[in-house]
């Protein structure tokens, strides 16, 4: 039945993936319930429901997720706005590859969350600061990748525009810029997920909103049962928009599909 | 007059390494191409046979020596030199019929204007039908219509083609040339076709260039007198086998000696 590189059906794929959650719960029900674990530390699964329920509820925990959500796409948004048009302008040109890339290198590696307590001061504890973090620590990411991509576009095409009778702009909107779309979607889509956790840890510091801030307050608690369910609450949404993005995507790229 | 002059060009590239050889891929060439000719360029592989094809497009430049096209001298790439690629490099992106329409809409052409034109070039390279399928959708003897269909509807002075059906088997290589030919006999235009093939050289052209191995220079200027339109029958003529044998024993020096590099 295992056998390496061999397809699996459609149902045994969705019972497969279904099949590790239930296993993930039945052990941590196993742990918790059984007195392995104490309660202090790991609330049991049962008891993250409800005190989920309860945040949801009585808490406008609703509140905290659309902060979230809306700081995430936000900063998101503001550092795609600025590293998509410079990524294709460094994948294209190879003078202002040559300007920025030493510099992009280096900011990359600096870790987002070191920036926070500077923007703090710069900024406030406001929703700038929030939005700061997650443009820092994606904005370098996106400007990199984008510019590889651009300038890995095969050659042979560019050169089959150039006969053509494509000029400069022509070449860089209707050969570079729709050709390393779907790539650059992928890009984004994977760099999303990395904004996810810089939000959170913006939250964790100085905020009085966000899931983040939920969870400081619940560790403050020692409710652990809040904290997980902040956590997977965080873990669903990923799932969404990842789902969303490559729906996008097989709408808005159908020839890039095998 | 000539449409197509190649005035001693060379091409030699720069070593590839500090303190290596720079390799000379094309010795000074001269060449002249009629209007409304067929030539193909015969030659073993890396003998800058491609170089050759490469600088007339501006794709890549002469170390010494110009090419003029209908006088004027040929300094980038442009729509009136044509070419399809050995590789497949249909644009994925767009359909077949955006495809064709590629060139016109970099001229500015309404939309409704190049839509008519690709359609009408489907037809006439027997790809009615497909006008909304994507390249991957496409067999390889299908892409590289479209390709030419593409050229074409540009309507360039010349057109270069660089070993179009070399990925293709067999079979539908012998099919791609009768469909050449057909498209050639019909609009002619004037054809720069570079190829290995001995066989494909002959069929299609009224004119073979043979060129030596690296470094290239042209060892032979053969007429093709097998008139047109060519059935595929002629293959088995007498006439062709001599040309062949002909061809078959000058290249096979080139090759012995490309081969020994």
């Not at chain 1, 392995?36 to 808490?59: C, I, N, Q, S, W």
Request: aromatic share 10%; charged share 15%; hydrophobic share 50%.
């Amino acid at each position: 039945m295992l056998r390496p590189l061999q397809p699996v059906s459609s149902a045994a794929r969705v019972g497969l993936g279904i099949l590790f959650f239930v296993v993930f719960v039945a052990v941590w029900a196993w742990a918790t319930f059984g007195g392995y674990v104490t309660r202090t530390f790991l609330a049991d699964p049962l008891t993250m429901v409800r005190e989920g329920y309860e945040l949801l509820v009585k808490h406008g925990f609703l509140y905290d997720i659309g902060m979230t959500i809306w700081r995430v796409v936000g900063g998101f948004v503001l550092a795609a706005l600025v590293a998509v048009p410079l990524g294709i302008l460094m994948g294209t040109y190879r003078a202002v590859e040559a300007f920025f890339e030493p510099f992009v290198s280096f900011a990359r590696y600096l870790p987002a969350s070191a920036f926070i307590p500077l923007l703090i001061l710069w900024a406030g504890i406001g929703e700038t600061q929030k939005l700061l973090v997650i443009f820092i620590g994606s904005v370098f990411q996106l400007i990199l990748m984008v510019a590889v991509t651009v300038a890995g576009t095969r050659r042979d095409l560019v050169e089959a525009a150039y006969t053509l009778g494509a000029k400069d702009w022509g070449i860089i909107a209707r050969v570079l810029i729709p050709s390393s779309a779907p790539a650059i979607a992928e890009i984004l889509r994977l760099v999303l997920g990395w904004a996810w956790t810089y939000v959170i840890v913006a939250e964790l510091i100085g905020s009085s909103s966000g899931i983040g801030h939920m969870i400081v307050d619940s560790q403050a608690l020692l409710n652990t049962g809040q904290i997980i369910f902040g956590i997977i609450i965080i873990g669903l949404i990923g799932l969404v928009s990842d789902f969303l993005f490559k729906l996008a995507n097989r709408w808005l790229f159908p020839w890039s599909l095998v | 007059m000539s449409k197509l002059v190649i005035e001693n060009v060379s091409r030699v590239f720069p070593p590839s390494h500090k303190g290596g050889q720079p390799t000379r891929a094309l010795e000074p060439t001269s060449l002249a191409i009629a209007d409304n000719d067929f030539i193909t360029i015969l030659g073993p592989s890396g003998c800058g046979k491609s170089t050759l094809l490469r600088i007339v497009a501006g794709l890549d430049h002469a170390t010494a020596g110009q090419v003029l096209l209908d006088g004027a001298e040929v300094k980038a790439p442009g729509p009136d030199r044509g070419m399809v690629f050995q590789s497949y490099t249909l644009f994925p992106w767009l359909t077949v019929a955006q495809n064709i329409a590629f060139g016109l809409r970099e001229r500015g052409l309404p939309e409704a204007e190049r839509l008519k034109i690709a359609q009408d070039w489907c037809q006439r390279v027997g790809l009615k039908g497909f006008e909304k399928h994507f390249p991957k959708q496409l067999s390889g003897g299908m892409q590289q219509r479209t390709a030419i269909a593409r050229v074409l509807a540009n309507n360039p002075k010349i057109m270069l083609l660089d070993e179009p059906f070399g990925a293709l088997d067999n079979q539908t290589r012998a099919l791609m040339q009768e469909t050449l030919l057909e498209i050639w006999e019909r609009e002619r235009k004037t054809v720069m076709f570079v190829t290995h093939d001995i066989e494909e050289s002959i069929f299609l052209a009224s004119r073979v260039v043979v060129m030596s191995a690296r470094p290239g220079r042209i060892k032979a200027d053969i007429r093709v007198d097998l008139p047109y339109p060519r059935h595929y029958t002629v293959k088995t003529s007498p006439a062709f086998s001599d040309l062949k044998a002909q061809l078959t024993e000058l290249i096979r020096v080139e090759a012995q000696t490309a081969a020994a590099h």
